[in-house]
């Protein structure tokens, strides 16, 4: 029997430390031992990107990096984007305009498109379709989802400039 | 997948050590093979040893013309080079086309090179660019280091530290990718080099990436597209399957190397 290596993770802002063995993926320390089921099983073969997450800012594939290899680091996943009440941009979004039919890769789809947008926050349609690659959708084909991570964008934009605006808007009352 | 040791390495001197007291100990870098050939249970190493944090695996330098890369550098790290795209864009320009967003952000450059794959990118890069493979004990070059298909000049528990390699004049890597896997089906890497010509090609050959002897010569004496049209590569020795007979993927590597001398210039 192999040791239990110790494991310390930071997961949507919460210290988690715990004894796991070395083949423990990522993807179900998160699931099975956190409880925390946003990110998703899909292939478990690294290529459909439903158990996308976040680790000290970079998109990964949870399924395919094991827990001790993100010891010490700092992992976002769907949780940690938005709130029921307070919907992210990206879900509002996938709301709004269909971006989801059966809604299992849409945790790892938003996951990486908000990983994106930081990246990129004015792409076009070919940015977002080659930002996307690595996450696999079986039912809208891809159209909806294009369309919601856009709308997003612009919405965030528009938020951006006028959250800068008021910015400017207190500095010109502040100079008065 | 079966139960192993984890061990992180500080340096290529601590991961030759650390690997030389294991049983049958193997070298960790991304894991985007390594991970999910484990999973398949065609790999079951008694230890891995994990390099990804390795100092001297780790950088990029670039000093006049030659190119430096550690071995632990990622995909996405090559691919955000800017000081590599000022001198050779071409092999950033591969590099952010391997896989996808979030397998760049984990897989290695000496990770892809010690495996080898057939249709893996960098070992056409490699060839074609004349690259010097460093290892935690010797200097080996592109020409002697692949020697087939997952196969290398690599000694049991030999390290790939770096490459580095002069930066062509004139270089670019085209690949057409499986829709499905992304990886190539063919990819030709064009590199006019101090050396001469040098075309590589992976994704098409039965035993893994080779050199395109007939392209190198016609593109010496006129490093045009045009140069290539009698040019020709045994479809006897090109892979033959589901998605493309040998015939179909010896009239890629002629359609990819004329799309990379095009992009070159």
Known sequence: MADKMHIKLTVNGTEEEFLAEPRELLIYTLRERLNITGPHIGCETSHCGACTVTIDGKSVKSCTMFAVQASGKDITTIEGLGTPDALHPLQEAFKEHHGLQCGYCTPGMITRAAKLLEENPNPTEEDVRFGIAGNLCRCTGYQNIVKSILAAAATMNADASSSSDAIGQTKVEAAE | MHNTKYHKA???ADAASLLSGADDGTVLAGGQTLIPTMKARLAAPS??????????????????NTVTIGAAMTHAEVAGSSEVRAICPAICDLASNI??????????????????????????AMLALGATIKTNTRDIAADDFFTGMFDTALDEGEIITSVSFTAPSKGAYAKFPNPASRYAMCGVFVASTDAGVRVAVTGAGSDGVFRAGDMEAALGSDFSASALDGATVDAGDMLSDLHGDGVYRANLVKVMAKRAVTAAG
Do not use: E, F, Q, W
């Open chain 2, 47 to 64: 230890d891995l040893v994990d390099v990804s944090c390795a100092s001297d695996m780790r950088g990029i330098s670039v000093s006049g």
């Open chain 2, 99 to 124: 896989g996808d967003p979030a397998v760049r952000n984990r897989g290695t450059l000496g990770g892809s090179v010690a495996n080898n794959d057939p249709a893996a990118d960098y070992p056409a």
């Open chain 2, 10 to 12: 500080g340096s290529a």
